[in-house]
């Protein structure tokens, strides 16, 4: 399994590639799967460093395997998926190359032969441009989703790097299991209907928590719902509760208190429901329906299957 | 090093702001609706050393200055009045340990104020304010002294181990002994269910011819008004010093409101009854501050504080239950629901305006020391 | 056991802002604080000194300023701290920062385990510990959020990957960088907090580490920042749907569908 983030990267280069060549670096333990992957997204070339232990490797036995091709190839620049392992293999390489490395981007671009560097810091308050002048490879990792992959079709070439898999000692990595999350928690739920006083009534619970089943989200609530015995602490929005980000968030009869708003932040998309047209709620939403939450919920209901 | 001491306070601060955001806030109201402290939240306390602020470092303790301290029992009781409460109370007795104690007691009981609570008691059923008129009788008995009488409405009675007891001697004088719930003869008594504070608890310790070793006596006999009444100043600058915790949570609480809510198209702060009540609120908490302060730097200067701390104490507790009617004024109907703590805090502060002395007795101990000055 | 902790001070989140005539960050009277993860590796070596006994050595490099986080780290209960300040290590990127970092750790000597918090919540590289790690020549495990010792010399680290765990056991020396999820970091006692202006905050200059002058501060700094901005915020513009529920979501969903 290619990591998506990689296929975004290989669209991204070849966006602004702007006539320089866009190889993949490929550290593979199934070499046929992962480079007919790879293909589909169209790099001019794909180097495969093939080997089994590549399953299971190290931070550093990755980051040597690239040394060597980096060594050879010797290319401008090198874009890296900011994921765990990206953000771990990438500066052990950096250090090897004593070369300029830029993590988490959120956009590259290139000034001539200049990769610039676009990060966020402090907490996304503060855009920076960077660059590194005059080392090379100019090295950048990118967060994921922040591009989308596109397949396109190219004549790429294959071809099977000559490297020595250096085995790390005094260390031993397992090969990573997928968490299955049963016990979900509200604060990484991607949807959340959420429920305040002016939709405390059994029928509606009982109709959010199928809506939110449908969606694929949780249901949570204000204080006030916390009485109810299914709704603890950990269903509770707000400040002294849970902090929430999910991409959609439905409110159903919830005023809008402060201690409640700030649980709700970073959602992304915001839909409150409320009798109230001067609830504080609807400022802080993108999209607001007057009325009656039953009438509402039956009729996401009946869009929503 | 004036800078250190400086640079530790403010460390000390930054972690009793973070200690009761974190572990004491989210607890208030449950704290106020089952009139207790949850299990395990008081060695919490405990096991972040929170009850030794005040003792000197060759005790074991953290040795930070009263106005220190006193700014601390404020922060906490921002988000938690009752569990600064239950800290004052144990603070100002270990005040008169250290000033009055014979050296062998502090060395015996002293380094155990890090895990056990430190209560004074003076009030009788029989009594009231006046404490010549106690029951607790002390008889001497070759070195000892034999202690009999029952104390109620005690700050943190039921809690605390260590109790200092006011008692009369056979031949009339007021001392002070110190007794422990160890000892034969001592049993807990009933427990108050007040309408505030609701966590620290309030209790009556009942004393059946507890025999103290001589040395539990504090000072001298004689001495024992003198200590009880440096005690209730001890007490009441700290009291300053949560009454201001308190206005400023009913500060925040009437100032958020106001920026969230609109009158027809008018946020709630612009209009001028809403800014008269704030303003009035926001005066109250810095006067109170400016007291306690004043009186903490006072005794730590080693000079007389009794008044201002009175003054703290009587101008702050009518302040904040003042200041919290303004708050849940400014709230209108959610000020009178229980949906905000308005309520509990107006009930929290009104404790004060009769523990440690009741504000009508501050104004004729301020009153009569401005007519005898 | 020798544990050296690196941490950095960073501002306080709401602390920082652009200002808007100059374009560049306003520095003065930030509060500065340890970052917050770098205090879930603080109290991991904590733990592990009450388990197993050693020292524990903050390690950071900074201005002055700094000190106070090293403060509050000896307050949490660490033996002593270095300060890694002087002009010649100032505008240093993660590559000019991991190698002077990594000559002190050579100069203290000894030293079993390197923790760091897994990034910085200002600069949020995460690349500090694994360029140590190289520098120093030994293995690391990154993002931990779970960590035991099997025996003296053998750690078994739990990464947290995207959406997967991955197990992994490493024999001492190592550098490892740790999550929030690890532990929950211990408050600052008030005796803690007194006793830590007993304990030594070391600060050595260029002049007291064996460097080599090209590698350190700007000139040892691959990347430059360019240009610094304020992205642009919206505030959340409010669509009024419509008052019959089922026009409304169907507004909605066409909306939020695309």
């Known amino acids: 399994m290619v990591e998506p983030t990689s296929l975004q990267l290989i669209t991204k280069a070849r966006a602004i590639a702007n006539g320089q060549r866009v190889v993949a670096l490929l550290p593979t333990s199934d070499a046929d799967q992962t480079v007919a992957t790879v293909k589909q997204y169209g790099p001019d070339e794909i180097l495969v460093l093939a080997d089994d232990r590549f399953a299971a490797a190290t931070d550093t036995e990755i980051a040597d395997g690239l040394y060597q091709v980096v060594e050879q190839v010797q290319p401008n620049s090198m874009l890296i998926p900011a994921t765990v392992v990206g953000r771990s293999v990438a500066p052990r390489l950096q250090a090897k190359l004593q070369t300029g490395l830029t993590a988490d981007c959120l956009d590259v671009y290139f000034d001539g032969e200049t990769l610039v560097q676009v990060k966020p810091t402090y907490g996304d308050d503060i855009m920076c441009e960077i660059i590194c002048a005059d080392r090379r490879p100019q090295m950048a990792t990118v967060r994921p989703n922040v591009f989308q992959a596109e397949p396109a079709q190219t004549a790429t070439q294959v071809t099977n790097v000559d490297f020595e898999f250096h085995p790390e000692a005094h260390i031993k990595m397992e090969k990573p299991t997928p968490i299955i999350s049963s016990s979900a928690n509200i604060s990484d739920a991607s949807v959340v209907i959420a429920l305040g006083r002016g939709a405390d009534n059994p029928q509606l619970i009982e109709k959010a928590q199928k809506l939110a089943a449908r969606l694929g989200g949780m249901v949570g609530v204000s204080r006030p719902l916390t009485d109810h015995a299914e709704f603890g602490h950990e269903s509770q929005i707000g400040q002294s509760g849970q902090s929430i980000a999910p991409d959609l968030l439905i409110n159903f009869g919830i005023s809008g208190a402060t201690q409640y708003l700030v649980g709700i932040e970073n959602a992304k998309t915001i839909v409150s429901v409320n009798t109230d047209p001067d609830a504080p709620i609807f400022t802080k939403s993108d999209y607001a329906y007057v009325g009656d939450a039953n009438d509402f919920m039956d009729a996401l209901m009946a869009r929503v299957k | ?141 070759g070195d000892d002294w034999i202690i009999t009488g029952d104390k109620i409405m005690i700050t943190n009675g039921g809690l605390a181990q260590v109790y200092c007891v006011l008692a009369k001697t056979e031949d009339d004088q007021m001392a002070v002994f110190v007794v422990d719930q160890d000892m034969p003869g001592f049993s807990f008594g009933k427990r108050e269910d007040f309408i505030g ?8 310790i009942v004393m059946d011819h507890i025999k103290v070793p001589g040395y539990h006596l504090l000072g001298q006999i004689g001495q024992g008004l003198e200590i009880g009444n440096n005690a209730h100043d001890d007490a009441r600058i700290l009291m300053g010093a949560v009454l201001t915790g308190i206005m400023e949570h009913e500060l925040q609480i009437a100032v958020d409101y106001s920026k969230q809510r609109k009158a027809l198209d008018t946020p709630l702060y612009e209009l001028q009854t809403i800014q008269e009540k704030i303003s009035e609120i926001a005066i109250a908490r810095q006067n109170t501050e400016l007291l306690y302060q004043h009186a903490a730097q006072l005794k730590i200067t080693g000079q007389s504080y009794a008044q201002v701390a009175a003054m703290a104490k009587s101008y702050g507790s009518r302040s904040a239950v003042r200041c919290g009617d303004m708050a849940l004024q400014v709230l209108a109907g959610y000020g009178y629901s229980r949906e905000y703590p308005i309520e509990h805090l107006i009930r929290d502060a009104r404790a004060m305006e009769i523990a440690e002395g009741t504000v009508e007795r501050m104004s004729g101990e301020i009153a009569l020391k401005q007519v005898n000055q | 056991m020798k544990i050296v902790v690196c941490i950095k001070q960073v501002p306080k989140s709401d602390s920082v802002k652009i200002d808007p005539k100059t374009n560049n960050m306003v520095r003065d009277n930030v509060e500065g604080v340890i970052n917050p993860f770098d205090k879930n590796a603080i109290e991991e070596a904590l733990r592990i000194k009450d388990q197993l006994g ?171 920042v360019q240009k610094v901005y304020a992205p642009k915020r919206e505030g959340r513009q409010t669509v009024q749907l419509s008052d019959d529920s089922a026009t409304a979501v169907k507004e909605l969903l066409a909306r939020i569908r695309n």
Do not use: C
């Open chain 2, 1 to 141: 090093m004036e800078n250190q001491e400086k640079m530790a306070a403010s460390m000390l601060h930054r972690m009793v702001r973070e200690f009761t955001e974190n572990e004491l806030a989210p607890l208030d109201m449950e704290i106020d609706a089952q009139g207790d402290y949850p299990q395990g939240l008081f060695q919490k306390v405990i096991d972040n050393g929170l009850l030794t602020m005040t003792l000197p470092r060759e005790y074991g303790g953290a040795g930070f200055s009263y106005d220190s301290v006193a700014k601390a029992i404020h922060l906490m009781a921002i988000g938690n009045a009752s569990m600064a409460v239950t800290l004052e109370g144990h603070f100002k007795t270990l005040e008169q340990l250290l000033k009055y104690g014979d050296q062998r007691l502090k060395d015996e009981y002293l380094t155990s104020a890090a895990h056990r609570i430190f209560a004074f008691s003076q009030t009788e059923s029989s009594g009231g304010s006046n404490p010549r008129g106690i029951a607790t009788r002390a008889v001497k008995s």
């Open chain 2, 197 to 204: 504070l609701r966590g620290t608890p309030v209790g009556e």
């Open chain 3, 54 to 224: 050693g020292e524990v050595i903050l390690l950071s490099m900074g201005p002055d300023g700094y000190m106070s986080s090293l403060r509050d780290g000896l307050a949490m209960g660490a033996d002593r701290a270095i300060l890694l300040s002087s002009r010649a290590f100032g505008g240093a990127d993660t590559l000019a920062t991991g190698y002077p970092i990594s000559q002190a750790i050579k100069k203290i000597g000894g030293v079993d385990l390197v923790l760091l918090g897994r990034q910085s919540v200002d600069a949020d590289t995460g690349q500090v510990g694994p360029i140590v790690a190289e520098y120093l020549n030994v293995p690391q495990v990154t993002f931990a959020e779970e960590l035991r010792f099997v025996d003296e010399h053998t750690l078994y680290g739990q990464r947290l990957l995207d959406g997967a765990t991955q197990s992994v056991q490493v024999t001492l020396p190592a550098v490892v960088t740790v999550r929030s999820e690890l532990n929950t970091p211990r408050y600052e006692t008030p005796v803690n907090i007194q006793t830590s202006f007993e304990k030594p905050i070391d600060v050595w200059t260029e002049h007291d580490l064996d460097l080599d002058a090209t590698r350190i501060g700007q000139a040892g700094s691959p990347t430059t």
